[in-house]
Each structure stands twice: as structure tokens, then as C-alpha cells.
């Protein structure tokens, strides 16, 4: 508190927020919607009859107003206070006075923020759109227009002047064909928590998305201002059927004495040894999230074929294993393979002899598999497959 030591710079001294719809943001800034400035001044110090009017701000342009309050904090430090209406369109340049001698050598210039200005320092990080299929949401660039109920758009606002202003923004997501025609659009909204800070995660369900096919675009507006902008792909059921691909098929084997391991071929399976397929299977539509109902089925060498498995398998343009499980020596003996089905179509086909004497076609028989080849995500998904059947058989036991 004594004049004689005066500090060479205020901004380790004076914290400025600013107000605007109830919320307060500790930021040096005031943004064109703030309905009054605060600003505290830490001092150190031990003092007699000090009162709170003998601490003025200095606002260049306005002269001075006196602290409004003087509140002690730990280690003999005191804050005072200083409420004050905003110089809109200009900067303010501030300096704390003790009974009318300046406590620092600079003045500390705090800027204004035009609509125009908040806007360019707004930013959007990762924009992702989702869609909510049955039980799932996944992040995609494309769909299967008749399975996805809504789409999800996410993104991180960032805002080093704050967020509170946003709510003066008018701020929404749009959904528009070919990013021209506007089909509809759903407010953000920021709570208070969010609004007070620098960095908020916004989610927006985007209900009622028409059924069809197409390109369309989710944008993140305000007014007339474009923020970001995502494009995705609806497609039809049958485009994505045949856009399928198939690695060929890998196997899990357990030993006798418990011992999981992956082949790439079967084996001929000893006393109390089980067996059993891993499929894999893709998109190569770009980006695609879809659903797929599919059956696993054991072809034996006699009679009709019986159902391993029958699930819905989320699919994406990466890498997505499928196993029923397995089968042991006794009831791999009795059959010829596997296969893979959707609906009454044959997917992907693989034998359980070592040295089948046919190959499994798409009627039935056997035949090589076409399509992809396996990749280090698909050996790394299937390590982990691995992994989860190991740590459950340990658990049994």
C-alpha cells in the first residue's frame, strides 16, 4: 500500500472480468454484450484506518471511481474492488491509485471485442456428426438413410474471451441439403458453468432427419455467420450390402490345457481341443456407420445347417471382427465349416478341415475367400479378442 513502491507492471495485480446475462468471466476483455466490468486489485501491505475510498481506479477518458469494497485475503493480502460500466467501441486503459498516487508504472489496457472480432476468435474443434443406430452411437460421414433414427453433431467451442457471449450469437445447428438448401435447425444452449468458462463441449440431437438418400451438410451458424461445417452421405440398403468386403476368415483354437492362440488355418483337433471362426468384415463406403443382422451358421455333413450365433453387428469403414465362439473336437468332427449369412445370402464361408476336399461357394460349397487382407488393426482387434476370451477363462476358474 505505500506509494514508494511502486511495481513496474499491474498484470499480476489487477484481474479484470467482465458481466454480461448473470455470468461473470474472469477475462481481460470486454465483448460489445457486457452489461458492467470488475476489476481487482491485489495489495500487499499493513496499513492503519485504510479505507476502501482511499483506493481509486484511474479509467483514462472517465477519471477516477473509488473501490466499493476492501476484502482481506491470506498473507496479509487485500483485494479491492471496483464495479463500472464498459467504454463500448473503445479500449479501456486502467490504473489503481492509492490516495491519488498510482500503484503502478503502466497502465493495464484491456480491449473491446466487436461481435464482428469475438467471432473470429471463436473457435470450433473437432465437429463430428453421429449417427444413433440401434443401441449405438457412432461418429460417421455416412449412413444408412432407413436405419439411423438421429444424428448427433458434437464439437468443442473455444473461446479465450470467454464463452457468455455466445449466448448473445443466436447460436444453432443446421442440417441443409448440399449445403444450400435449409432443412432444419435446433438452438445451443450453454449453462452457466459452460458460458463462465474459455472451453465447452455443445452436443445437438438432430431429430426428425428425413429418410433418404443424399448428401447433406451439418453446420454450426450464427446468423450469417458459418462456424464449421461437416458433410455426410446418406446411402441406401442396398448400396451399402455391396460395398461389403470380407478378410479371410482366421480361427480360434484353445488347447487341451486352456491355452488360446489365432491361426490362420484350421487344425485337426485333439481330445477336449475347441475351435472356432473369427469373420471379418467392412464397408468401403467412406466413413460409414450401418448396422448388419447376421447369422453364423455350422454346415455338418449330414442334414440341415444349424445357427453358432445370430446377432447385429455394427460396421464401419474399419476394421470389425465377428466370433461365435467354439465348437469342440467332438462337434467340429461331425462338420464341414462355417459360414456367414445375411437374410438368404451366403457373406463369407470357411472350413473346419485342415484339408477340405471342396470349398464352400455362396450356395453352400466351399470356395476361397475374396476380399480384403488382413491389416495390423485386424491382428490387433483380434489380439484383443484373444485377450477377452483369456481373462474369462481365468476368471471361471
Known sequence: ??????????????????????????????????????????????????LATDFTLEI?????????????????????????????GQNMSLTVKFRGKALHARATVVPYLTREAFLAQLNVFL???????????????????????NLVATCALVSEAGLAPVRELDLETRLMVSEEILIDRWPIKLSNHQAS???ALVTTVLDGVPRRTGHWSVGWHSLDHTLSQNSLMAYGLPAFIRSLRMSPVRYFHQSASGIYSALESPVKLKKNEMLGPVFSIQSNLPGIAAQLPVIIEAIPKTGEP?????TTITITDGVNLLAPGMLGSDEVAQILGFRLMYRKQVLQACSSDPQPSVRISSEGGFDAPVGLGWNSESENQLLMLMQTLTSRTQTGS
Request: include cysteine; aromatic fraction near 6%; hydrophobic fraction near 35%.
Open 127 to 149: 465437429p463430428t456428426v453421429s449417427a444413433q443406430l440401434h443401441g449405438e452411437t457412432v461418429a460417421c460421414r455416412g449412413y444408412v438413410a432407413s436405419q439411423s433414427k
Open 197 to 199: 468458462g474459455t472451453r
Open 60 to 88: 483514462e477518458g472517465r477519471g477516477d471511481i473509488s473501490a466499493h469494497q476492501i476484502t482481506p485475503v491470506e498473507g496479509g493480502v487485500s483485494l479491492a474492488h471496483f464495479r463500472f460500466q464498459p467504454n463500448f
Open 306 to 310: 444349424f445357427t453358432l450365433k445370430e
Open 1 to 50: 500500500m505505500s506509494t514508494t513502491e511502486i511495481k513496474p507492471d499491474a498484470r499480476d495485480a489487477l484481474t479484470v472480468s467482465y458481466e454480461t446475462g448473470g455470468v461473470r468471466v474472469r477475462r481481460a476483455v470486454i465483448p460489445w454484450c457486457t452489461e458492467a466490468v470488475l476489476a481487482e486489485a491485489r495489495l500487499s501491505g499493513q496499513a492503519n484506518d485504510i
